[in-house]
């Protein structure tokens, strides 16, 4: 293998946040180059978005239709390999599909689509393609939560009974003027989040979360979705108990008014021989609880951590990773797919460890059930496997 | 007032968690003096008790219908002023009902009784009797607490949108042998612990807390009990929503099988204007939070503090107070409202800041509606004001 | 033993700061009664303290030197066991010489005396004489500071190398007008304190707790104090460099002028196999940390503690227990070791565990010569055992 | 400006720590292109490394004379801007010299030379040149040590008193075989990390933050080092006590033999205003604490910060940053220097706040001094400013 990885990017233009979070992680390792990009869907901001990342103007595009289509005509040597979505959601699955038709791998922000019969339709159409999609549930990237899942898959837990996940946000505490803040604007308005905002936009990364680390589905669940700032169309907060089979329960919460808080998002899992608590604003330390001997105190970068743990590392303990690292976790892990694709071998299992369709799945069915589960007053919903 | 008040108790003999606690809480300022007691159903190990205490073996009664019946014939210098009552529910109301015929002042351990019907009755019984009753639910004696309350009251937080009371607790994460651990086997028997284990020993304080510190009332709650452990006849753990009439929401969670946790009562409410953060594990801290400005980190001790707040602290701040002191102020406020009873005054405003019997409605509405509510197929359940 | 411990105080007055934390240290466990007083040099201040404290008027003294006559011409079923010394620093030792002389047990406020030649001359009185002398460095008295040094006497720490202990506080940050800080004016005049303010008060805590933690002896030290507020006559700052003979190395840093810091006092010892680190503000955690393995999370109220840890705890895990209970320890050892010499029995080991006399000398001779070290341009000065 | 800066790189192959780090520091941005390097002193292992880099063969040198004739000879729009230096100590030096001969700036790792001589003469060769020179003392990158600064230059701590460092880590506790472990090997040896081990290697790391932060110089020093592992040449382990002119006083401890530390940098400083407390492991929080009101908790991404905190932050409070983010900041700082020089304009006071060959020499002072300080019986020495 003797290039880098080409990266095409739609969505991400000046202003806005989670496009230059796509660009640092994909750029940490120097593994991948952003070749092209489709940065807005104002052409012109597009062009000075694309040449203040000294990209070339000839492969700066006015849509993601032209891209794709202009991309596919390149040689191999030069066109990219795959697109990074980093749209409001209502853009992910059209421009998913695009790419796909064009043969190009996909790495999508979360949620997958913007509704369940999307990501089906995503599902069924990359059956079959050969090509790979990526999910950045950023959370799973970090080196202590897949430590946290390599001890409950290693069984050092035990029998799991009870998740608790919350993730409570403060920056929607005020009504925002639709005017000022993209960020806020686009999350509350449905035509682009979709039927939530806050288990849309957060929840279901503390559902993903869980369900990652506890290897464990969510089967049934019941909620309480609220909205706090007045004239608002979507859920701003929300609490839900859950339930994992017949064997653990939980509860989750996620807000996005409580008012103070960063982004702090925490799970803990208890099972019958021990427990686990990992915070995301510390993230480089994992406890481990148990009832007969003291806590110990896992620390990333450590040499006794599980080598899962460790290849997601990239400092010595005392060096903190963060958000950044994490989020780089899921392009190194996604660049390595490609790799092996591209040299015809099997891609290892630490590659392999990043969220794709099958989560993508699930977070769109959490998001749909937990917003039925809130109207209804019926207690439980269940939450099939499709 | 030129004497020390003083107590009898009943229950709390040798190998008694609770009722050493009781007694460190009422010695530590030096106002209470423990003069008798019933301390066992076992008269010679009551005995045993009493003489281990200092006690004169005349005042070490085989029963509390003997300890009330042979007090208030002695001469009022001499006779018990209250009676605490620190046995396993089930025998709450009964003691409390017998020394209030006999014109004592009760402080009883929480819950106030073994169900609803008896705690009504009790509160029938006070009206009218001129007798005070304390609840020793704990936590609000902290500093800390009193603090959190008072900037609610005092508007810093704004309209309160969403609680967040959880209680994690690991120390029935396995089988007890019933004859191996008292504390476990009382209140894992229905006939003694009431309808529930977990959300009548632990649930009920978050409960209390949630309410004390809001200023709100529960209207409306959801739950999910569950009993982890094999043939348990009682929840050991449990989720519930919670609704503040239409103003707030929130979730509580209580459980005795988080393993590996010990006692980490914790809460968080947030406001429209800040919000709030207390951990029992270090209760010398509250953490109020901003939106736009830094958060601040309010110590125990320190003179910016609320009155109430202060006239609840011994020392200055960096001295940690504990659970033991927090109890301490329970009794210390008990206190002042005899010695104010015994001198025709009213009680300042720190001494009545104190649990009683509308407390201890609440706590039985709550416990038994909980159960209800989890074994219902409806989702909402009423919190009726009794 | 069929009575309570019988405690006479001197000092601790109205407005006294650390007398109320003897009396509530006395009280916690029952197991001692206050019944006598000369609480302030002020006669009429004594009687008006004594009262409040439901003494008889006719042992509320005038001075310490009528109350040891008094007393001693008590019958033996009255009279005070033992004398709390709780004045101010000069008095320490003329009280502790007239309570000898009378046959009285003596537990005093540290530092033991006004100077090094002071707490020899005490030694000497106490040689023979079959008393008991406790001295209140308080900081030894929590479960996880007994902890600790049972983890270095089990050899679990391997040979310590280096030792950072810190006393930051921040109480005289500012100018203090003597009429106005009772606890700040005798504190800073050197007829009452001795030749330092900041060592004498709290850098001597912190070298006690190193020696009896670490179970080494400071042989050479070398010191840089300092007076940051104006006309001051006495140190509020300085950092001292530590040796262990060849063994190990430390720095030991007090301060009363870190701003904003209550009581931080905290204590790292590192040895050749693990290493541990107390914090009394977090008094209830103690963490023991490895080079290969996660670190360890010891918390007081733990089954998994050492006996002696567990015979100073009162409450299980997870109910902080705090300053005012580890003041009670020191008194409750002392109380024990009086009755077993009523009892004509040898003290238990956990009773023996109190700092004394020998901890006295220690300390005078570190005040001593860490106020010659920072006066000298000497790098290193010698410190004896005496 | 359309392109990207251009980097080469002399150390940093295979095996190497702080290379690798350098790198994704530089990439994180995308600014930045690594174009050359000269990776190892092994040619057949610097090719190997430039290979897996994706770089050019004839790019690849086989030592950093041969890069810096080569690239000097390239056309202005190939060849590198500037050289980052990423070897043991003692190679420092010539490389800068090399560097500078060709024209080029530099970016170095830190301490600046082997020797305080080298410095000196490294820093005549850069005046006049018009070139720039960087140097990673990493720690201040982070956004929260710019804040600190910003604090007290903006004069909230009012006159500063008290300057607590420290820097404990453990890596070194235990003999190394010296094939066994590169990054100890060199480090521990006198011909290539100079006079000292703990103190040039991370003890100079605590003396720029604490210089950096207070805006102070250290004038006066004693020292206390050693070496705990026998056979060692170098210091593992040593405490410093600092004068700061007239006005402050401090104390630094620094440490390669603190079992169990992974790389605990904190810094304490006390004014007569306000405090401040900041820990590397906890990077992204900041606390100011006052003598009169609640210690206020600053976080990275809050959009209270100061604007040259805020322009060194990449994600919103929450998503935490860390050391790689640091790091980026410095080489983002540098790269816009070189950008403003390629512009002919002045570079902005962000981009200016990055360490230089000025702090290299106090750096390289430290060392010198501290070691002789160590050696000497005598108490004080001074660091003049050079």
Same mark, same amino acid.
Not at 252 to 272: F, K, M, P
Not at 301 to 321: F, K, W
């Given at each position: 293998?003797?290039?880098?990885?080409?990266?095409?990017?739609?969505?991400?233009?000046?202003?806005?946040?989670?496009?230059?979070?796509?660009?640092?992680?994909?750029?940490?390792?120097?593994?991948? +180059?952003?070749?092209? %990009?489709?940065? /807005?869907?104002?052409?012109?901001?597009?062009?000075?978005?694309? $040449? =203040?990342?000294? #990209?070339?103007?000839?492969?700066?595009?006015?849509?993601?239709?032209?891209?794709?289509?202009?991309?596919?005509?390149?040689?191999?040597?030069?066109?990219?390999?795959?697109?990074?979505?980093?749209?409001?959601?209502?853009?992910?699955?059209?421009?998913?599909?695009?790419?796909?038709?064009?043969?190009?791998?996909?790495?999508?922000?979360?949620?997958?689509?913007?509704?369940?019969?999307?990501?089906?339709?995503?599902?069924?159409?990359?059956?079959?393609?050969?090509?790979?999609?990526?999910?950045?549930?950023?959370?799973?990237?970090?080196?202590?939560?897949?430590?946290?899942?390599?001890?409950?898959?290693?069984?050092?837990?035990?029998?799991?009974?009870?998740?608790?996940? +919350?993730?409570?946000? %403060?920056?929607? /505490?005020?009504?925002?003027?639709?005017?000022?803040?993209?960020? $806020? =604007?686009?999350? #509350?308005?449905?035509?682009?989040?979709?039927?939530?905002?806050?288990?849309?936009?957060?929840?279901?990364?503390?559902?993903?979360?869980?369900?990652?680390?506890?290897?464990?589905?969510?089967?049934?669940?019941?909620?309480?979705?609220?909205?706090?700032?007045?004239?608002?169309?979507?859920?701003?907060?929300?609490?839900?108990?859950?339930?994992?089979?017949?064997?653990?329960?939980?509860?989750?919460?996620?807000?996005?008014?409580?008012?103070?808080?960063?982004?702090?998002?925490?799970?803990?899992?208890?099972?019958?021989?021990?427990?686990?608590?990992?915070?995301?604003?510390?993230?480089?330390?994992?406890?481990?609880?148990?009832?007969?001997?003291?806590?110990?105190?896992?620390?990333?970068?450590?040499?006794?951590? /599980?080598?899962?743990?460790?290849?997601?590392?990239?400092?010595?303990?005392?060096?903190?990773?963060?958000?950044?690292?994490?989020?780089?976790?899921?392009?190194?892990?996604?660049?390595?797919?490609?790799?092996?694709?591209?040299?015809?071998?099997?891609?290892?299992?630490?590659?392999?460890?990043?969220?794709?369709?099958?989560?993508?799945?699930?977070?769109?069915?959490?998001?749909?059930?937990?917003?039925?589960?809130?109207?209804?007053?019926?207690?439980?919903?269940?939450?099939?496997?499709?």
């Amino acid at each position: 293998m003797t290039r880098k990885i080409r990266m095409g990017m739609v969505g991400g233009g000046e202003g806005a946040f989670i496009g230059a979070v796509h660009r640092m992680a994909a750029n940490l390792d120097g593994q991948i +180059e952003l070749v092209c %990009g489709a940065f /807005s869907s104002d052409p012109e901001r597009s062009k000075r978005s694309g $040449a =203040a990342l000294y #990209l070339a103007p000839e492969r700066c595009y006015e849509d993601y239709q032209q891209m794709m289509a202009a991309e596919a005509l390149l040689p191999a040597t030069e066109r990219m390999d795959f697109v990074a979505i980093v749209t409001p959601n209502h853009m992910h699955f059209p421009i998913a599909r695009a790419a796909i038709e064009q043969g190009f791998h996909v790495m999508s922000d979360k949620p997958a689509t913007l509704d369940l019969n999307e990501v089906l339709e995503l599902r069924a159409l990359l059956e079959g393609s050969g090509l790979l999609f990526g999910l950045t549930h950023t959370y799973t990237g970090y080196p202590m939560v897949k430590e946290a899942r390599a001890q409950v898959l290693a069984g050092e837990l035990g029998s799991i009974r009870k998740v608790l996940v +919350e993730y409570p946000q %403060g920056w929607l /505490s005020e009504p925002q003027d639709s005017t000022e803040n993209k960020q $806020a =604007a686009w999350r #509350l308005d449905p035509s682009k989040a979709g039927v939530s905002s806050c288990m849309g936009d957060i929840g279901v990364h503390a559902f993903n979360l869980a369900e990652y680390i506890s290897n464990l589905q969510v089967t049934e669940l019941c909620a309480d979705l609220h909205s706090f700032v007045d004239r608002r169309l979507l859920d701003d907060d929300g609490s839900v108990l859950l339930r994992f089979g017949e064997q653990a329960r939980g509860a989750l919460t996620a807000s996005q008014v409580c008012l103070g808080e960063e982004n702090d998002l925490r799970i803990r899992i208890y099972g019958d021989k021990a427990s686990l608590d990992w915070r995301q604003q510390e993230p480089n330390t994992l406890l481990i609880k148990y009832q007969d001997k003291p806590a110990q105190v896992l620390r990333a970068g450590s040499d006794y951590l /599980s080598p899962v743990a460790l290849a997601n590392c990239r400092t010595p303990g005392g060096h903190p990773e963060g958000y950044l690292e994490a989020f780089a976790n899921l392009y190194r892990n996604f660049a390595s797919q490609i790799k092996a694709q591209l040299a015809d071998e099997t891609a290892c299992a630490v590659a392999l460890d990043l969220p794709g369709i099958n989560e993508g799945v699930r977070g769109m069915a959490f998001i749909e059930q937990v917003v039925v589960a809130s109207n209804s007053q019926e207690k439980w919903h269940q939450l099939p496997s499709y």
